[in-house]
């Protein structure tokens, strides 16, 4: 059974950075698109950046231009770049595939951005 793995997450301030790591047990993400996805308790899940298995990217507006989504296939690994890191950046952000795999959701990883 494909699990994925979330890390990378921890407190950083305002304006800096983190890279985001999703490990899949399986090989999976060589054949799927994935999505970094994030959550507050108030606010539903929200998908923030995708990329296909070919290498196609997409983002939220409110991310664009400050987060990078890229995939090592060999590693089954997707990460996620965030720089310029906001407070409402504030999250617990998970991955998924490209539809969402309910069986896949994680425990995910905290992001704070604070000073």
């Known amino acids: 059974q494909v699990q994925l793995v979330e890390s990378g997450g921890g407190l950083v301030q305002p304006g800096g950075s983190l890279r985001l790591s999703c490990a899949a047990s399986?090989?999976?993400?060589?054949?799927?698109?994935m999505g970094w996805y994030r959550q507050t308790p108030e606010k539903q899940r929200e998908l923030v950046a995708t990329?296909?298995?070919?290498?196609?990217?997409n983002y939220a507006d409110s991310v664009k231009g400050r987060f990078a989504i890229s995939r090592d296939n060999a590693k089954n690994t997707v990460y996620l770049q965030m720089n310029s890191l906001k407070p409402e950046d504030t999250a617990v952000y998970y991955c998924?595939?490209?539809?969402?795999?309910?069986?896949?959701w994680g425990q995910g990883t905290l992001v704070t951005v604070s000073s």
């Open positions: 990329i296909t298995s070919g290498g196609s990217t």
């Open positions: 998924n595939t490209i539809p969402i795999d309910r069986s896949l």
């Open positions: 399986g090989s999976i993400l060589s054949i799927k698109a």
